[in-house]
């Protein structure tokens, strides 16, 4: 086994952290246009849900993690919507944030700051409908390569609505609140320990994840993960989080799909496409700098072997069902096994091929 990493976080207080399924979804997206080596008789990605995350620190001071997507898809800027007009994606959303929090008694006026993980259309949900004391939180770099400029690209791919007349304020890891959390530059966001915002480039110019302190005594933590994956088998399993041999998939949303020795399966299926056991399922093929994408993932995996750190990421379709949401907090995730529970489902979605794989063994 190798050495496991060891990744101080200094003490603190909690956050109330929930997690809200803001309704979008996208389907239908080539699989090799996220991952590779490819997976027999798989062409699509899983569906990919789009989370965004409240927080609440002792204080009351009240922070969103992301948007997921606008319901009004008509406007998104125009950059984005030809994109979206040129791949066969089916994207659906039903409601804003904003709707879900008014639906649950919060008003906009309750939040302090929406933090943007990063620029994309599937983050960035719409702001424009939160009042204008609501400050906008943005990773280095953004407001040059996203904002209109002289050195921003032409076609801004955020409306103005979202941003103008508010404060955007990018994070620096340099500041008086800065600290390294693993070989993650973090900032400790509310100033309390509760809620630290990692630096994690690669899918995009200053793209952040983040980091919340869970329950103390002992110390557990949710990673926000953003989209530094798209499929946690780009994640797991891993040098330091091997399948077990004898995995449990009796939790599976449909037991019919229960397969007898997956980690040995696994094995074999790893070695059918040129992979290590320990490697990862699948190597990310898209971000905008593919040196940094890897480089993030293997900073992430050094936590993610951790029974005190839950890892959930934007798009994470395999923890759907078992993690409550919003307004439940999801603090006592790990009382409540939903690491556990969660952290080999992805499997299934691949199970067809890895009972092949078992059967012709
Ligand atoms: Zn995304």
Same mark, same amino acid.
């Given at each position: 086994?190798?050495?496991?990493?060891?990744?101080?976080?200094?003490?603190? %207080?909690?956050?109330? @952290?929930?997690? *809200?399924?803001?309704?979008?979804?996208?389907?239908?997206?080539?699989?090799?246009?996220?991952?590779?080596?490819?997976?027999? #008789?798989?062409?699509?990605?899983?569906?990919?849900?789009?989370?965004?995350?409240?927080?609440?620190?002792?204080?009351?001071?009240?922070?969103?993690?992301?948007?997921?997507?606008?319901?009004?898809?008509?406007?998104?800027?125009?950059?984005?919507?030809?994109?979206?007009?040129?791949?066969?994606?089916?994207?659906?959303?039903?409601?804003?944030?904003?709707?879900?929090?008014?639906?649950?008694?919060?008003? #906009?006026?309750?939040?302090?700051?929406?933090?943007?993980?990063?620029?994309?259309?599937?983050? *960035?949900?719409?702001?424009?409908?939160?009042?204008?004391?609501?400050?906008?939180?943005?990773?280095?770099?953004?407001?040059? =390569?996203?904002?209109?400029?002289?050195?921003?690209?032409?076609?801004?791919?955020?409306? &103005?609505?979202?941003?103008?007349?508010?404060?955007?304020?990018? @994070?620096?890891?340099?500041?008086?609140?800065?600290?390294?959390?693993?070989?993650?530059? =973090?900032?400790?966001?509310?100033?309390?320990?509760?809620?630290?915002?990692?630096?994690?480039?690669?899918?995009?110019? #200053?793209?952040?994840? =983040?980091?919340?302190?869970?329950?103390?005594?002992?110390?557990?933590?949710?990673?926000?993960? =953003?989209?530094?994956?798209?499929?946690?088998?780009?994640?797991?399993?891993?040098?330091?989080?091997?399948?077990?041999?004898?995995?449990?998939? &009796?939790?599976?949303?449909?037991?019919?799909?229960?397969?007898?020795?997956?980690?040995?399966?696994?094995?074999?299926?790893?070695?059918?496409?040129? %992979?290590?056991?320990?490697? &990862?399922?699948?190597?990310?093929?898209? #971000?905008?700098?593919?040196?940094?994408?890897?480089?993030?993932?293997?900073?992430?995996?050094?936590?993610?072997?951790?029974?005190?750190?839950?890892?959930?990421?934007?798009?994470?379709?395999?923890?759907?069902?078992?993690?409550?949401?919003?307004?439940?907090?999801?603090?006592?995730?790990?009382?409540?096994?939903?690491?556990?529970?969660?952290?080999?489902?992805?499997?299934?979605?691949?199970?067809?091929?890895? %009972?092949?794989?078992? &059967?012709?063994?």
């Amino acid at each position: 086994m190798p050495d496991f990493p060891s990744h101080t976080i200094p003490p603190g %207080r909690t956050a109330k @952290v929930c997690l *809200i399924d803001t309704t979008a979804t996208i389907d239908n997206i080539p699989f090799a246009r996220l991952l590779e080596p490819p997976v027999e #008789g798989v062409t699509r990605i899983p569906i990919l849900r789009t989370y965004s995350f409240f927080l609440e620190n002792s204080q009351g001071r009240k922070v969103l993690f992301d948007l997921g997507a606008r319901k009004d898809l008509q406007n998104l800027a125009p950059s984005v919507r030809s994109m979206l007009g040129t791949v066969e994606w089916i994207v659906k959303v039903e409601k804003d944030v904003l709707d879900i929090l008014q639906e649950n008694g919060y008003k #906009g006026t309750d939040i302090e700051a929406i933090v943007w993980s990063h620029h994309h259309w599937d983050h *960035i949900g719409n702001v424009a409908p939160f009042p204008k004391s609501v400050d906008l939180v943005v990773g280095p770099g953004f407001k040059e =390569a996203y904002l209109p400029g002289p050195s921003a690209i032409d076609d801004n791919p955020i409306p &103005a609505s979202d941003y103008m007349g508010r404060e955007m304020i990018e @994070v620096d890891f340099n500041g008086p609140r800065s600290l390294k959390i693993g070989r993650m530059m =973090a900032h400790d966001y509310f100033g309390d320990g509760s809620f630290y915002l990692l630096n994690t480039p690669g899918h995009s110019v #200053g793209h952040l994840s =983040a980091v919340v302190r869970t329950s103390t005594n002992p110390d557990t933590f949710v990673i926000l993960g =953003a989209d530094a994956i798209h499929e946690t088998g780009e994640l797991r399993p891993s040098q330091y989080l091997p399948i077990p041999e004898t995995l449990n998939l &009796a939790h599976l949303s449909n037991p019919q799909q229960n397969i007898l020795c997956p980690g040995h399966a696994v094995h074999q299926f790893q070695e059918s496409r040129g %992979r290590k056991p320990t490697d &990862a399922l699948f190597k990310p093929t898209a #971000g905008y700098n593919m040196v940094d994408v890897r480089s993030t993932i293997e900073m992430l995996q050094e936590f993610d072997w951790n029974e005190n750190y839950f890892f959930i990421y934007a798009h994470d379709g395999s923890i759907k069902g078992i993690v409550e949401e919003f307004p439940i907090p999801l603090n006592d995730w790990k009382e409540k096994d939903w690491g556990l529970l969660t952290k080999w489902r992805f499997l299934e979605y691949y199970v067809p091929c890895l %009972r092949s794989i078992a &059967a012709s063994a």
